[in-house]
T-cell receptor
Framework: NAGVTQTPKFRVLKTGQSMTLLCAQD?????MYWYRQDPGMGLRLIHY???????AKGEVPDGYNVSRLKKQNFLLGLESAAPSQTSVYFC?????????????FGPGTRLTVL | RKEVEQDPGPFNVPEGATVAFNCTYS??????FFWYRQDCRKEPKLLMS???SGNEDGRFTAQLNRASQYISLLIRDSKLSDSATYLC??????????????FGKGTKLSVIP
């Protein structure tokens, strides 16, 4: 049981390049989330999904797209990377998005955009 | 204004000391609160939920004061392994049966031998 995994762990992009971050969970969780964490900031929600085939915007969605084609996978895409998207990206999942439901985080992807 | 605010620290305490962190929140509609722990360059992990009646888990005690809109975390008999950043988290209903977590920036604790 691996929990939540993220691929890749590190990546360096040039401005304007595109990439996709992959999140996978093996806990049969309904809900999945993408956050970014920047120095001096709390984690901020980018997008989330309440089930296969559904996605919704979070607090900071601009510049990102997501897809949830399979229940266990949640993809985060950057179509045209910008230096402002340099950050640590965390994926999380929860059984359901209800009160007091624990979110389990992946190990993170460290992205640098030059 | 950030909805969840914490003193960033760092708190440097000797082993065996008792240390307390406070966190304030501005959204009175927030329904649930949590403390997460985040080790350096690692992912956040749930430490404990916070209830109005107060709850204890070993050396850790959490308390919620809704009237004053603050949450506290008390760590007794600090261990070197307690060194981490502690994130205060509020959960608010965001409609359509779903809830959103709002994270504080975290309080850094260093326990010194």
């Amino acid at each position: 049981n691996a929990g939540v995994t993220q691929t890749p762990k590190f990546r360096v992009l040039k401005t304007g390049q595109s990439m996709t971050l992959l999140c996978a969970q093996d806990m049969n969780h309904e809900y999945m989330y993408w956050y970014r964490q920047d120095p001096g900031m709390g984690l901020r929600l980018i997008h989330y999904s309440v089930g296969e085939g559904t996605t919704a915007k979070g607090e900071v969605p601009d510049g990102y797209n997501v897809s949830r084609l399979k229940k266990q996978n949640f993809l985060l895409g950057l179509e045209s990377a910008a230096p402002s998207q340099t950050s640590v990206y965390f994926c999380a999942s929860s059984l359901r998005r209800s009160v007091a439901d624990t979110q389990y985080f992946g190990p993170g992807t460290r992205l640098t955009v030059l | 204004r950030k909805e969840v605010e914490q003193d960033p620290g760092p708190f440097n305490v000797p082993e065996g000391a008792t240390v307390a962190f406070n966190c304030t929140y501005s959204n009175s509609a927030s329904q649930s609160f949590f403390w997460y722990r985040q080790d350096c360059r690692k992912e956040p992990k749930l430490l404990m939920s916070v209830y109005s009646s107060g709850n204890e888990d070993g050396r850790f005690t959490a308390q919620l004061n809704r009237a004053s809109q603050y949450i506290s975390l008390l760590i007794r008999d600090s261990k070197l392994s307690d060194s981490a950043t502690y994130l205060c988290v509020g959960q608010t209903y965001s409609g359509a049966g779903s809830y959103q977590l709002t994270f504080g920036k975290g309080t850094k604790l260093s326990v010194i031998p």
